[in-house]
């Protein structure tokens, strides 16, 4: 059965490509999407400039020249049917952003990279708004979840979270997790970058077959309970993350990667195949 669906998402590449993803399943009618203008990070740290203004600014350039060897080629060649349309950040919360899809009606609203959305969206569309937080909720939440996992030696805690869209940052209830394939030589931005693309298959597979969606009950560790923020993308986490890569956490994680996963459970929803 066709789906029917809104999407609420971003303007940076990985976002393009997601949409235009999205709307090519054979299965799914994308109705509008809201893109909203992108990430203010690059423009806080030219705000903050200081001695480590270049090594910050090559992080985020390397983040965008991996990102367009992953997607720019997609977004290039394959036609977009997403009806997407450019909007100011906390429009999506906004009353005639309500009235706009009260009118459109989807089946879903499906999210990925919008601001926190608020308001009589939440209560109109409850449990039918999808969201995907690319950490392993409720472990990592809030800014750079697939950062820090790895300036903190923890590759275990890397992931994708889908979860149904409440009123708190990133607390809605889940319905299936994935984490990141991850080879040996892998950069930073090409374990993100290839988890992102994955996230793609699957969100499609959930919009697909959202009738099939199942609770799931696990038991998270009460002890590894994080919240990062912005103000947390620190220099000295950038320097962290270098040192760890140059000292093969990677292959350390690998050598052991049954035994560290094991120890960090996530949800699954039984009849969703892995990508790969």
């Avoid at 080629?73 to 450019?86: E, L, T």
Wanted: glycine fraction near 4%.
């Amino acid at each position: 059965m066709l789906k029917k669906i809104v999407i609420l998402t971003s303007s940076e590449l990985r976002h393009k490509a997601f949409r235009s993803f999205i709307s090519n399943h054979q299965n799914i009618k994308v109705l509008r999407t809201y893109t909203e203008e992108g990430s203010v990070l690059k423009k806080k740290i030219e705000v903050g400039k200081n001695k480590n203004y270049e090594m910050l600014l090559n992080h985020l350039k390397e983040r965008d020249d991996c990102e367009k060897a992953f997607f720019l080629d997609y977004v290039n060649n394959k036609k977009d049917f997403s009806n997407s349309v450019s909007c100011k950040n906390g429009f999506i919360s906004s009353i005639d952003c309500f009235n706009e899809i009260k009118k459109l009606n989807p089946d879903l609203i499906v999210v990925y990279g919008s601001s926190i959305i608020k308001g009589d969206l939440l209560k109109l569309f409850k449990n039918k708004i999808l969201n995907v937080h690319l950490g392993l909720s409720p472990y990592y939440r809030g800014s750079g979840t697939n950062y820090f996992p790895f300036v903190l030696d923890e590759p275990e805690y890397a992931g994708a979270t889908f979860m149904f869209l409440d009123e708190g940052i990133d607390t809605g209830k889940i319905i299936h997790q994935i984490r990141p394939r991850i080879f040996e030589d892998d950069t930073f931005h090409m374990v993100g970058n290839r988890l992102i693309k994955d996230m793609f298959t699957i969100y499609g597979n959930l919009i697909e077959k959202f009738s099939k969606i199942k609770k799931v009950n696990i038991e998270f560790s009460k002890s590894k309970r994080l919240l990062f923020k912005n103000k947390d993308f620190t220099i000295e986490s950038l320097v962290q993350l270098k040192e760890n890569f140059k000292n093969k956490i990677l292959k350390k994680y690998l050598d052991n990667k049954d035994v560290r996963d094991l120890n960090v459970p996530i949800i699954k929803q039984v009849w969703i195949k892995d990508v790969f």
